[in-house]
């Protein structure tokens, strides 16, 4: 008899599940991002959250909590319903991001337990830029004249940001001293670079790449692991000489632990085809990123791979904040 009610139960918690996968969504979802207005991050959750609004039939809210490199959405993500209502859209800074509090015990959440993949969205490559009237023609050349500023400034979104992390990692490969200046996120970054107050920064090629074609910045190298067809005369990292600052860059959307897998593959399947919608496409493709709406698993999988990457980097740093 036992057994019997086992089955039952066993039974009635399958079909429970699937009918609040097929009932889902029933009220508005809400996509957090870590930055603020204006970055590529937001930009594409607006895009793509406009699309799965009008797929599922619910409004899906787009909320900025900018702060702590990224780590204050996360936060809020981690401790949230795991019911698919509330997102997380992240980029590269998010496992270097978690990596850099955890060790330095900072951290309000448990990144290898409290997130599930939901997908890909875009591929955008990072590119390291700087003010017109910065001296050096590539990464490398300006390294040369570093001694010559003081302080020579770079700037990130946050402590434990991409950026931030990055500029640590240049500055012991080129053997100079840099201040690092933080930012509550890239469009703040990105107008001081261009008011030439700070001397070099950096971020995702689609939130730079207007102001390098008019001439506002100037490109100095991306971190992608080959040349970009939007700037093919800018060279890669590892061309230069700087292997270790070589990161592959992303967006994408994470859900709270335990989220039932029937939502996540029904927000993956929405994402997917709100990314791949010919006239988001289009309007991703014309900020430079690469329209993806990959698997949850594979979201998971390149924000694993970029923590056990960059976790020995930023051990050596000892980044405090």
């Not at 139960?9 to 991002?33: M, N, Y």
């Not at 936060?75 to 060790?103: C, M």
């Not at 990105?190 to 971020?203: S, V, W």
């Not at 939502?263 to 791949?276: P, T």
């Amino acid at each position: 008899m036992s057994r019997l009610l086992v089955a039952f139960a066993s039974v009635s918690l399958f079909f429970a599940a699937g009918a609040f996968a097929q009932a889902f969504p029933s009220k508005p979802i809400r996509i957090l991002v870590p930055f603020p207005a204006g970055g590529t991050t937001d930009i594409v959750a607006r895009l793509v959250g406009q699309r799965m609004s009008e797929q599922v039939g619910q409004p899906v809210l787009v909320e900025n909590r900018a702060g702590a490199g990224g780590t204050i959405a996360a936060a809020e993500v981690a401790r949230a319903a795991p019911d698919g209502y509330t997102l997380l859209i992240h980029n590269v800074t998010f496992p270097i991001a978690s990596v850099a509090a955890a060790l330095a015990n900072r951290a309000t959440y448990n990144a290898d337990a409290d997130f599930a993949g939901v997908s890909i969205a875009v591929y955008v490559p990072f590119v390291w830029t700087a003010h017109p009237g910065t001296p050096g023609k590539d990464l490398r050349d300006a390294m040369t004249h570093v001694k010559n500023y003081k302080p020579y400034t770079y700037g990130s979104t946050g402590p434990g940001s991409t950026m931030h992390v990055l500029g640590e990692a240049l500055s012991r490969a080129a053997g100079v001293e840099m201040t690092h200046i933080p930012f509550k996120g890239a469009a703040p970054l990105k107008q001081e670079l261009i008011a030439g107050r700070i001397n070099l920064g950096g971020d995702q090629l689609s939130s730079s790449l207007a102001d390098i074609k008019s001439g506002k910045l100037k490109a100095l190298a991306t971190s992608a692991s080959r040349r970009i067809p939007e700037l093919p005369d800018v060279q890669t990292v590892r061309e230069l000489g700087y292997p270790v600052l070589e990161a592959d860059g992303w967006n994408g959307f994470f859900a709270p632990a335990k989220t039932p897998r029937e939502v996540i593959e029904r927000l993956s399947k929405e994402a997917a085809a709100a990314v791949k919608h010919p006239e988001v496409a289009k309007r991703l493709r014309d900020m430079a990123a690469e329209p993806v709406g990959s698997s949850g698993a594979e979201q998971e999988a390149i924000f694993k791979r970029q923590m056990d990457q960059f976790r020995p980097i930023i051990k050596e740093m000892k980044i405090e904040g």
